[in-house]
T-cell receptor
Framework: DVKVTQSSRYLVKRTGEKVFLECVQD?????MFWYRQDPGLGLRLIYF???????EKGDIPEGYSVSREKKERFSLILESASTNQTSMYLC???????????FGSGTRLTVV | GQQLNQSPQSMFIQEGEDVSMNCTSS?????WLWYKQDPGEGPVLLIA?????ELTSNGRLTAQFGITRKDSFLNISASIPSDVGIYFC????????????FGKGITLSVRP
């Protein structure tokens, strides 16, 4: 079965910390995505990548950066965590958009 | 940009009831996808639709690709408690390297 693995299910970090959220897929997919999910706001795209070392901003990139050094791994970085970045973070990958995305189980991040 | 509209934000039904939810857009979509997100998990693809008028079933779930290409419907028959979760519709945005556009989702609660 196709799998997207997010390294942590729950994280608690302090304001100002640098936070790394890791995502690994085992499907040889070229496309990878990071979303955050908040009640009433749905899924909001932060960054995405169509190839190794390639990244594009999504709808809400401010306060975030990403890294894609290897095809299977897409990391989301919070340069200086703030309380308004408390959220559920979802990673996804796809081969072709029309086939949909495969999502990881999510990381619930709390910034205190 | 393209938007997918899902309403209401929440639905409450009795176990055993059927429920129908729809997803609408002002733009044409050539693919419609329906996802379900269990509490605390990532979304999982339920049904994919690729042709106007197409009707596809997955167990107790049936989805239809609207004739106008601007809407899609998901029906759940004989609901059970494990049907609780958030149901998202999605479709590819237009343009090269198109990403998925997601509706904001409908949270379904099933009363035993």
């Amino acid at each position: 079965d196709v799998k997207v693995t997010q390294s942590s299910r729950y994280l608690v970090k302090r304001t100002g910390e640098k936070v790394f959220l890791e995502c690994v897929q085992d499907m040889d997919h070229e496309n990878m995505f990071w979303y955050r999910q908040d009640p009433g706001l749905g899924l909001r795209l932060i960054y995405f990548s169509y190839d190794v070392k390639m990244k594009e901003k999504g709808d809400i990139p401010e306060g975030y950066s990403v890294s894609r050094e290897k095809k299977e791994r897409f990391s989301l970085i919070l340069e200086s965590a703030s309380t308004n970045q408390t959220s559920m973070y979802l990673c996804a990958s796809s081969l072709a958009t029309a086939n949909g995305y495969t999502f990881g189980s999510g990381t619930r991040l709390t910034v205190v | 940009g393209q938007q997918l509209n899902q309403s209401p934000q929440s639905m409450f039904i009795q176990e055993g009831e059927d429920v129908s939810m729809n997803c609408t857009s002002s733009s044409i979509f050539n693919t419609w996808l329906w996802y379900k997100q269990d509490p605390g998990e990532g979304p999982v693809l339920l049904i994919a639709l690729y042709k106007a008028g197409e009707l596809t079933s997955n167990g107790r779930l049936t989805a239809q690709f609207g004739i106008t290409r601007k809407d899609s419907f998901l029906n759940i028959s004989a609901s059970i408690p494990s049907d609780v979760g958030i149901y998202f519709c999605a479709g590819p945005a237009t343009g090269a390297n198109s990403k998925l556009t997601f509706g904001k989702g409908i949270t379904l609660s099933v009363r035993p």
